[in-house]
Protein backbone atom coordinates (compact mmCIF):
# COMPACT_ATOMS: atom_id res chain seq x y z
CA UNK A 1 0.00 0.00 0.00
CA UNK A 2 2.64 2.30 0.66
CA UNK A 3 4.74 1.74 -2.43
CA UNK A 4 1.06 2.42 -4.13
CA UNK A 5 0.63 5.81 -2.54
CA UNK A 6 3.91 6.56 -3.49
CA UNK A 7 3.46 6.25 -7.28
CA UNK A 8 0.59 8.45 -6.88
CA UNK A 9 2.32 11.09 -5.02
CA UNK A 10 3.81 13.87 -6.97
CA UNK A 11 7.30 14.37 -7.51
CA UNK A 12 9.36 16.21 -5.50
CA UNK A 13 11.65 19.30 -7.15
CA UNK A 14 14.68 17.11 -6.37
CA UNK A 15 13.06 14.33 -8.66
CA UNK A 16 11.32 17.02 -11.06
CA UNK A 17 14.63 18.03 -11.88
CA UNK A 18 16.36 15.23 -12.86
CA UNK A 19 13.19 14.28 -14.90
CA UNK A 20 13.17 17.79 -16.34
CA UNK A 21 17.06 17.06 -17.40
CA UNK A 22 15.83 13.31 -19.14
CA UNK A 23 12.90 14.49 -20.80
CA UNK A 24 15.44 17.79 -22.20
CA UNK A 25 17.49 15.13 -23.59
CA UNK A 26 14.64 13.30 -25.36
CA UNK A 27 13.52 16.50 -26.75
CA UNK A 28 16.74 17.76 -28.31
CA UNK A 29 17.63 14.27 -29.93
CA UNK A 30 13.87 13.78 -31.29
CA UNK A 31 13.92 13.31 -35.16
CA UNK A 32 13.20 16.53 -37.09
CA UNK A 33 9.65 15.65 -38.64
CA UNK A 34 8.42 15.12 -35.33
CA UNK A 35 9.86 18.19 -33.99
CA UNK A 36 8.09 20.20 -37.13
CA UNK A 37 4.77 18.36 -36.71
CA UNK A 38 5.00 18.48 -32.78
CA UNK A 39 5.94 22.44 -33.34
CA UNK A 40 3.18 23.62 -35.38
CA UNK A 41 1.02 21.25 -33.15
CA UNK A 42 1.93 23.86 -30.22
CA UNK A 43 2.21 27.06 -31.86
CA UNK A 44 -1.97 26.20 -33.10
CA UNK A 45 -2.93 25.49 -29.20
CA UNK A 46 -1.60 28.62 -27.61
CA UNK A 47 -3.25 30.70 -30.81
CA UNK A 48 -6.58 29.01 -30.06
CA UNK A 49 -6.20 29.55 -25.92
CA UNK A 50 -5.31 33.10 -27.22
CA UNK A 51 -8.73 33.72 -29.60
CA UNK A 52 -10.65 32.25 -26.47
CA UNK A 53 -8.82 35.12 -24.22
CA UNK A 54 -10.09 37.25 -27.11
CA UNK A 55 -13.93 35.85 -26.75
CA UNK A 56 -13.79 35.84 -22.90
CA UNK A 57 -12.54 39.16 -22.68
CA UNK A 58 -15.05 41.15 -24.75
CA UNK A 59 -18.11 42.60 -23.75
CA UNK A 60 -17.14 42.06 -20.21
CA UNK A 61 -17.75 44.48 -17.29
CA UNK A 62 -16.25 42.79 -14.14
CA UNK A 63 -13.65 45.40 -13.75
CA UNK A 64 -10.10 45.52 -15.11
CA UNK A 65 -8.42 42.51 -12.67
CA UNK A 66 -11.67 40.22 -12.65
CA UNK A 67 -11.77 40.40 -16.38
CA UNK A 68 -8.09 40.04 -16.68
CA UNK A 69 -8.34 36.65 -14.19
CA UNK A 70 -11.15 35.01 -16.88
CA UNK A 71 -8.92 35.61 -19.57
CA UNK A 72 -5.93 34.29 -17.83
CA UNK A 73 -7.52 31.18 -16.90
CA UNK A 74 -9.41 30.61 -20.43
CA UNK A 75 -5.90 31.48 -22.27
CA UNK A 76 -4.21 28.74 -19.65
CA UNK A 77 -6.25 25.89 -22.31
CA UNK A 78 -3.36 26.60 -24.65
CA UNK A 79 -0.79 25.01 -22.39
CA UNK A 80 -2.90 22.72 -21.01
CA UNK A 81 -2.99 20.85 -25.10
CA UNK A 82 0.98 21.25 -25.17
CA UNK A 83 1.04 19.35 -21.98
CA UNK A 84 -1.48 16.61 -22.17
CA UNK A 85 -1.94 16.12 -25.77
CA UNK A 86 1.76 16.34 -26.49
CA UNK A 87 3.57 19.27 -28.27
CA UNK A 88 6.94 21.14 -28.28
CA UNK A 89 6.53 24.74 -27.26
CA UNK A 90 9.78 26.95 -27.48
CA UNK A 91 9.30 28.59 -24.68
CA UNK A 92 8.72 25.62 -22.64
CA UNK A 93 11.40 23.77 -24.39
CA UNK A 94 13.87 26.40 -22.78
CA UNK A 95 13.96 23.93 -19.70
CA UNK A 96 16.58 22.17 -22.28
CA UNK A 97 18.85 24.03 -20.98
CA UNK A 98 19.17 21.37 -17.90
CA UNK A 99 20.26 18.74 -20.23
CA UNK A 100 22.91 21.23 -21.27
CA UNK A 101 24.19 22.16 -18.28
CA UNK A 102 24.79 18.64 -17.40
CA UNK A 103 26.45 17.87 -20.56
CA UNK A 104 23.85 15.18 -21.86
CA UNK A 105 23.70 17.58 -24.99
CA UNK A 106 25.79 19.59 -27.13
CA UNK A 107 25.02 23.62 -27.36
CA UNK A 108 24.36 22.71 -31.08
CA UNK A 109 21.55 20.60 -30.19
CA UNK A 110 19.93 22.95 -28.04
CA UNK A 111 19.99 26.04 -30.35
CA UNK A 112 18.55 23.69 -32.90
CA UNK A 113 15.67 22.17 -31.28
CA UNK A 114 15.22 26.12 -30.27
CA UNK A 115 15.15 27.57 -33.94
CA UNK A 116 13.20 24.76 -35.19
CA UNK A 117 10.36 24.55 -32.74
CA UNK A 118 10.36 28.12 -32.82
CA UNK A 119 9.98 28.69 -36.59
CA UNK A 120 7.13 25.38 -36.58
CA UNK A 121 5.16 27.19 -33.71
CA UNK A 122 5.57 30.45 -36.01
CA UNK A 123 3.67 28.28 -38.90
CA UNK A 124 1.46 26.50 -36.42
CA UNK A 125 0.04 30.12 -34.99
CA UNK A 126 -0.06 31.83 -38.06
CA UNK A 127 -2.32 28.96 -39.65
CA UNK A 128 -4.65 29.64 -36.98
CA UNK A 129 -4.72 33.24 -37.53
CA UNK A 130 -5.71 32.20 -40.94
CA UNK A 131 -8.45 30.21 -39.91
CA UNK A 132 -9.56 32.03 -37.39
CA UNK A 133 -9.87 35.00 -39.63
CA UNK A 134 -11.37 33.52 -42.50
CA UNK A 135 -14.16 31.77 -40.09
CA UNK A 136 -15.02 35.50 -39.50
CA UNK A 137 -15.28 34.76 -35.95
CA UNK A 138 -14.08 38.34 -35.00
CA UNK A 139 -17.63 39.59 -36.33
CA UNK A 140 -19.41 38.36 -33.57
CA UNK A 141 -20.75 40.49 -30.82
CA UNK A 142 -21.36 43.03 -33.51
CA UNK A 143 -17.60 43.12 -34.16
CA UNK A 144 -16.69 43.66 -30.46
CA UNK A 145 -14.42 40.33 -30.66
CA UNK A 146 -12.61 42.35 -33.44
CA UNK A 147 -12.75 45.50 -31.87
CA UNK A 148 -10.88 43.54 -28.77
CA UNK A 149 -8.57 41.85 -30.87
CA UNK A 150 -7.56 45.16 -32.42
CA UNK A 151 -6.80 46.87 -28.88
CA UNK A 152 -4.32 44.21 -27.77
CA UNK A 153 -2.68 43.65 -30.85
CA UNK A 154 -2.05 47.63 -30.45
CA UNK A 155 -1.30 47.50 -27.00
CA UNK A 156 1.23 44.50 -27.81
CA UNK A 157 3.37 47.22 -30.14
CA UNK A 158 3.26 50.29 -28.34
CA UNK A 159 5.27 48.49 -25.64
CA UNK A 160 9.45 49.80 -25.08
CA UNK A 161 11.94 47.81 -26.14
CA UNK A 162 12.77 47.32 -22.46
CA UNK A 163 8.80 47.10 -21.34
CA UNK A 164 8.49 44.06 -23.88
CA UNK A 165 11.61 42.48 -22.68
CA UNK A 166 11.19 42.54 -18.83
CA UNK A 167 7.56 41.29 -19.47
CA UNK A 168 8.58 38.67 -21.28
CA UNK A 169 11.26 37.24 -18.80
CA UNK A 170 7.96 37.52 -16.46
CA UNK A 171 6.05 35.81 -18.48
CA UNK A 172 8.21 32.61 -19.41
CA UNK A 173 9.43 32.03 -15.60
CA UNK A 174 5.41 31.52 -14.92
CA UNK A 175 5.61 29.80 -18.30
CA UNK A 176 8.70 27.10 -17.30
CA UNK A 177 7.33 26.82 -13.75
CA UNK A 178 3.64 25.64 -15.05
CA UNK A 179 6.09 23.09 -17.35
CA UNK A 180 8.03 22.02 -13.88
CA UNK A 181 4.69 21.96 -12.14
CA UNK A 182 3.51 19.75 -14.95
CA UNK A 183 6.62 17.32 -14.72
CA UNK A 184 6.10 16.48 -10.87
CA UNK A 185 2.50 15.56 -11.80
CA UNK A 186 1.36 11.75 -11.78
CA UNK A 187 -2.01 11.63 -13.27
CA UNK A 188 -3.57 14.25 -15.83
CA UNK A 189 -5.48 16.15 -13.02
CA UNK A 190 -2.25 17.15 -11.23
CA UNK A 191 -0.73 18.52 -14.80
CA UNK A 192 -3.74 20.48 -15.20
CA UNK A 193 -3.54 21.86 -11.97
CA UNK A 194 -0.19 22.42 -12.24
CA UNK A 195 -0.55 24.54 -15.79
CA UNK A 196 -3.67 26.90 -14.94
CA UNK A 197 -2.38 28.71 -11.88
CA UNK A 198 1.02 30.17 -13.08
CA UNK A 199 -0.35 30.35 -16.53
CA UNK A 200 -3.67 32.65 -15.13
CA UNK A 201 -0.80 34.83 -12.86
CA UNK A 202 0.99 36.00 -16.21
CA UNK A 203 -1.69 36.41 -18.76
CA UNK A 204 -3.95 38.31 -16.02
CA UNK A 205 -0.72 40.77 -15.08
CA UNK A 206 0.03 41.44 -18.93
CA UNK A 207 3.29 39.54 -19.50
CA UNK A 208 4.17 38.98 -23.09
CA UNK A 209 4.59 35.61 -24.23
CA UNK A 210 6.33 35.31 -27.81
CA UNK A 211 4.03 32.29 -29.15
CA UNK A 212 1.05 33.85 -28.04
CA UNK A 213 2.16 37.00 -29.68
CA UNK A 214 2.67 35.06 -32.51
CA UNK A 215 -1.41 34.89 -32.66
CA UNK A 216 -2.35 38.07 -30.95
CA UNK A 217 -0.39 40.48 -33.21
CA UNK A 218 -1.15 39.36 -36.78
CA UNK A 219 -4.76 38.92 -35.87
CA UNK A 220 -4.76 42.50 -35.30
CA UNK A 221 -3.40 43.81 -38.08
CA UNK A 222 -5.83 41.45 -40.17
CA UNK A 223 -9.06 43.10 -38.97
CA UNK A 224 -7.62 46.78 -39.09
CA UNK A 225 -8.51 46.41 -41.95
CA UNK A 226 -11.88 45.93 -41.30
CA UNK A 227 -13.51 49.90 -41.08
CA UNK A 228 -16.56 47.79 -38.82
CA UNK A 229 -13.42 46.82 -36.72
CA UNK A 230 -11.41 50.24 -36.18
CA UNK A 231 -15.40 51.97 -35.32
CA UNK A 232 -16.50 49.01 -32.86
CA UNK A 233 -12.57 49.55 -30.68
CA UNK A 234 -13.27 53.40 -30.48
CA UNK A 235 -9.47 53.49 -32.03
CA UNK A 236 -8.26 56.10 -34.60
CA UNK A 237 -6.22 55.41 -37.89
CA UNK A 238 -3.76 57.45 -36.06
CA UNK A 239 -3.54 54.92 -32.96
CA UNK A 240 -3.45 51.91 -35.27
CA UNK A 241 0.06 53.49 -37.15
CA UNK A 242 2.08 51.36 -35.59
CA UNK A 243 0.56 48.17 -35.55
CA UNK A 244 2.52 46.53 -38.71
CA UNK A 245 4.26 43.81 -39.82
CA UNK A 246 7.63 45.80 -39.07
CA UNK A 247 6.50 46.60 -35.50
CA UNK A 248 5.19 43.33 -34.34
CA UNK A 249 8.78 41.94 -35.52
CA UNK A 250 11.27 44.52 -34.06
CA UNK A 251 9.02 46.13 -31.13
CA UNK A 252 7.69 42.62 -30.05
CA UNK A 253 8.71 39.64 -30.84
CA UNK A 254 12.11 40.66 -30.77
CA UNK A 255 12.93 41.92 -27.16
CA UNK A 256 9.86 39.13 -25.67
CA UNK A 257 11.74 36.53 -27.44
CA UNK A 258 14.83 37.64 -25.52
CA UNK A 259 13.02 37.90 -22.48
CA UNK A 260 11.24 34.70 -22.33
CA UNK A 261 14.75 33.02 -23.03
CA UNK A 262 16.10 35.20 -19.84
CA UNK A 263 13.54 34.33 -17.71
CA UNK A 264 12.52 30.30 -19.14
CA UNK A 265 16.31 29.03 -19.39
CA UNK A 266 18.19 31.29 -16.91
CA UNK A 267 16.23 32.33 -14.34
CA UNK A 268 13.86 28.78 -14.18
CA UNK A 269 16.12 26.19 -15.87
CA UNK A 270 19.43 27.07 -15.09
CA UNK A 271 18.58 28.29 -11.43
CA UNK A 272 17.15 24.88 -10.67
CA UNK A 273 20.13 23.00 -12.32
CA UNK A 274 22.22 24.46 -9.59
CA UNK A 275 20.01 23.89 -6.74
CA UNK A 276 19.63 20.14 -7.72
CA UNK A 277 22.17 19.05 -10.26
CA UNK A 278 25.09 20.63 -9.95
CA UNK A 279 25.89 19.64 -6.36
CA UNK A 280 25.18 16.04 -7.62
CA UNK A 281 27.62 16.03 -10.21
CA UNK A 282 30.64 17.15 -7.64
CA UNK A 283 28.86 14.52 -4.96
CA UNK A 284 29.60 11.90 -7.47
CA UNK A 285 32.78 12.67 -8.03
CA UNK A 286 33.69 13.58 -4.42
CA UNK A 287 32.46 9.97 -3.93
CA UNK A 288 33.84 7.87 -6.90
CA UNK A 289 35.80 4.87 -5.52
CA UNK A 290 39.89 5.12 -5.87
CA UNK A 291 41.62 2.32 -8.39
CA UNK A 292 42.20 -0.53 -6.98
CA UNK A 293 45.44 -1.44 -7.36
CA UNK A 294 46.03 -5.27 -7.29
CA UNK A 295 48.39 -6.57 -4.21
CA UNK A 296 51.77 -8.45 -5.20
CA UNK A 297 51.66 -11.02 -2.61
CA UNK A 298 48.21 -12.34 -4.06
CA UNK A 299 49.02 -12.59 -7.67
Not at 126 to 151: E, I, M, N, P
Not at 153 to 165: C, H, I, P, Y
Not at 191 to 211: D, N
Not at 258 to 284: H, S
Amino acid sequence: MRDMQRALDPLLPPAVAHRAEEIGEAKARLPILPVLGLGGLAGAFIAMGAQLFTVVTTGTNFGFGADRLIGGLAFSVGLVLVVIAGAELFTGNNLIIMAWASRRISALLLLQNWVVVYGANLVGALATVGLVYWSRQWALDDYGVGATALKVADAKTELSFGAAFARGVLANALVCLAVWLAYSGRSNTDKVLGVVFPITAFVASGFEHSIANMYFIPMGILVKGDASVVAASGLSPADLSDLNVGSFIVDNLLPVTLGNIVGGALLVGLVYWIIYLWPRRGQAAAVAPAPVESDPDEE
